[in-house]
């Protein structure tokens, strides 16, 4: 199924699994002050990191078309699982540009060592689904560890940035990597730059850190650029609107105050799939 393109003025489309993906929103907004976008955080059906990779690939391509139907000029899959998830389709399937985190957090990861030892952290579904795995192997050069660490997601929904908790579950999945000798660690969850202190503190001050959001929003700006997209400088006050597909909207503005300091008005509760394409079932 195709869809038809939006002109400059139309919003940016971002969508993640729940509040993870405003990390990436954020770094559009730092690099893009002036786009206007349409955030969804899927908080009904989030945690997506344990679930099938068939059925995340359902999730992500249901609220992909809602965007796309809601006419975005652009998609960002601001979620590692759904990007690895729909990676290899979803830009066959719309018109608009897709962009997505494991391709441009690679290219950076891959031009930063310098000892050829790069070290991954994810979801389960990230991780077993080898998508890094896949663009990593163009440098064969360079030897990937991976971990899962399941327990990071639930802390950082849960508002647990910091402390002993954090700590411990940060030496348990990351001590292994810091044993390979890497020099690079990919931060591949969205959630992740929330937990960046705790997971400094343990690969300590020379391994670098690479994380989806800014590499995304760079690739972002990269596309928007190329393809003339970018919102005319006198277009007026961009317009952002976050959508929730769970209750706990409220909640939702609440994580998002206090993990990132943006001040939303609301959000908007929506349904997965109420607004479909007739032929996307
Ligand atoms: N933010 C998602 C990611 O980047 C993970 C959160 C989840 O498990 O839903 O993979």
Redesign the pocket.
């Known amino acids: 199924m195709r869809f038809e393109s939006a002109g400059a003025d139309a919003p940016i489309g971002v969508f993640?699994?729940?509040v993870?993906?405003l990390t990436v929103a954020r770094a559009i907004r730092d690099q893009l002050p002036g786009e206007s976008m349409i955030y969804v955080g899927?908080t009904a059906r989030?945690?997506?990191?344990?679930?099938p990779i068939a059925e995340v690939r359902r999730f992500a391509l249901e609220i992909l078309d809602d965007l796309v139907h809601q006419g975005v000029k652009m998609l960002v899959i601001?979620?590692?699982?759904?990007?690895?998830a729909v990676l290899r389709d979803a830009r066959e399937r719309y018109d608009v540009p897709v962009v997505e985190?494991i391709g441009p957090t690679v290219r950076s990861a891959a031009s930063i060592t310098r000892n050829g030892r790069v070290g991954l952290i994810?979801?389960k579904?990230?991780i077993q689904s080898r998508a890094y795995d896949d663009l990593f192997a163009m440098r064969p050069d360079i030897a990937l560890t991976s971990a899962a660490c399941p327990r990071f997601?639930e802390l950082v929904?849960a508002g647990e940035t910091s402390g002993p908790v954090v700590h411990a579950a940060a030496e348990e999945y990351l001590a292994p990597l810091v044993a390979q000798g890497i020099d690079t660690l990919v931060l591949?969850?969205?959630?992740?730059p929330f937990l960046r202190g705790a997971i400094r503190q343990v690969v300590g001050p020379d391994v670098a850190l690479v994380s989806?959001d800014i590499e995304t929003a760079g690739e972002v700006y990269e596309v928007l650029t190329d393809r003339g997209l970018l919102r005319a400088p006198g277009a007026g006050e961009p317009e952002l609107r976050y959508e929730a597909t769970g209750a706990d909207t409220a909640g939702f503005v609440e994580l998002a105050r206090r993990m990132l300091g943006i001040g939303i008005d609301s959000v908007d509760r929506v349904q997965t799939g109420a607004i479909r394409l007739p032929d996307s079932a």
């Open positions: 993640d699994s729940g993870g993906g899927d989030t945690p997506y990191g344990p679930r601001a979620c590692n699982t759904a990007s690895a985190v994810g979801t579904g990230t997601v929904e591949g969850c969205t959630h992740y989806s």
